[in-house]
């Protein structure tokens, strides 16, 4: 059974960071992409940031460029986004996800709020 445990979201004060962290298990597929969605109050899911297992190559929304980084720890079965110079606009509930590249099928885990005040 594939499982993604997110943590590591908080309250913080507009210019803050927060670094949330995945923890992942369960799944043997070779090439995945494993990363972050959020969603706001009354908008729709966005994808945030992602990592693929094949090269670590990234993405991440505009609207987070040069603010958020991704990266894994693969002995720790664990994925982080580092969050900084977090802006209101970055409240949200943050899910985690892993999809298998072949198969494009997705698993996700419980949200984590993030809650920036300005």
């Known amino acids: 059974e594939v499982q993604l445990q997110a943590s590591g979201g908080g309250l913080v004060q507009a210019g803050g960071s927060l670094r949330l962290s995945c923890t992942f298990s369960g799944f043997t597929f070779d090439d995945y992409s494993i990363g972050w969605y959020r969603q706001a109050p009354g908008k729709e899911r966005e994808g945030v940031s992602c990592i693929s297992s094949g090269d670590g190559s990234t993405y991440y929304i505009d609207s987070v460029q040069g603010r958020f980084t991704i990266s894994s720890d693969h002995a720790k079965n664990t994925v982080y986004l580092q969050m900084n110079s977090l802006k209101p606009e970055d409240t949200a509930v943050y899910y985690c996800?892993?999809?298998?590249?072949?198969?494009?099928?997705?698993?996700w885990g419980q949200g984590t709020q993030v809650t920036v005040s300005s």
């Open positions: 996800y892993v999809e298998q590249i072949v198969t494009r099928r997705s698993y």
